[in-house]
């Protein structure tokens, strides 16, 4: 058998990319790539994917909450909790608010 030996590195995420305000809080962001995984599953329920960012691990964020990067406004369709990542972070995906389009 073949070891592979990046399969054993945790993967380590940043939130350098920027600051996005949810509510009446501010946290830095890092921009996620897509998945094609997400990216079809959300074709599928007629759902264009704007952005993907993960931030600081909290549990004061829900799916429909509004937030702001740029001076762009961005609907939260997904949280999902990321505890084993280095550092533990949520991951948000977010759409576009129909006032940008």
Not at 4 to 23: L, M
Not at 43 to 57: E, F, L, R
Not at 65 to 90: A, F, R, S
Request: charged share 20%; proline share 6%; net charge negative.
């Amino acid at each position: 058998m073949i070891h592979n030996p990046n399969k054993d590195k945790a993967e380590f995420t940043t939130f350098f990319d920027g600051v996005v305000s949810i509510g009446d809080e501010i946290y830095n962001f890092g921009e996620k790539g897509v998945s094609y995984k997400r990216h079809y599953t959300a074709k599928t329920a007629s759902v264009n994917i704007a952005k993907v960012i993960a931030i600081p691990y909290t549990t004061d964020i829900y799916p429909n909450d509004l937030c702001m990067i740029d001076g762009y406004k961005y609907v939260i369709e997904n949280v999902q909790p990321v505890w084993g990542g280095t550092p533990p972070h949520t991951v948000l995906t977010l759409t576009e608010f129909e006032v940008n389009r």
